[in-house]
């Protein structure tokens, strides 16, 4: 069973709030992700959020706060692998702020993970690898030491994870510019 983690605790300084509750097609960010990862096949889902309310409807999705965002990713990434169950072998990594991400995106990173159950799979990118990306449960006593404000892509890199070409996976949205870049 692959958990899908959403990172979605930010304050987004840059971009005057919280990333995840900016609507685009009148969906928040953070339910856009949610689907997405619901309609790869996640399960659970899971949404690290900061102390408002998250606009997840409906989804069946499971909400933990992060009351340490401050710190950077990496609280949300500790805090997120904190909650999965036990039985989760492998966590699918994503944020709010890439708006290529979809489902069947994060269904190819699924099938790919699942060629090597042990080996990391990422997004390839800008001439690196990042999130998504997909862990196996060997890593998360790694994802658990993480600090400050930094991902996982050092852990991708030092484990040669596979990597998924996704085009249009540099772009995202940290400005009200980029939001109106993408809404034209």
Known sequence: MTAGLILAAGAGRRMGGPKALVTVDGETLLRRAAQSALEAGCSPVVAVVGLWEPGLGDLAVHRVVNGEAKEGMASSIRVGIAALPEEVQAVLILTVDQPAVDGPLLKRLLI????????????????????????????????????????AKAILLREQAAALVFPGGEADLDTPEDLERLRR
């Open 112 to 151: 790919l993970a699942a060629e090597d159950p042990l080996r990391p799979v990422a997004c390839a990118y800008g001439g690196t690898l990042g999130i998504p990306a997909v862990l196996p449960r060997r890593l998360f006593p790694d994802l658990l030491a993480l600090s400050g404000d930094r991902g």
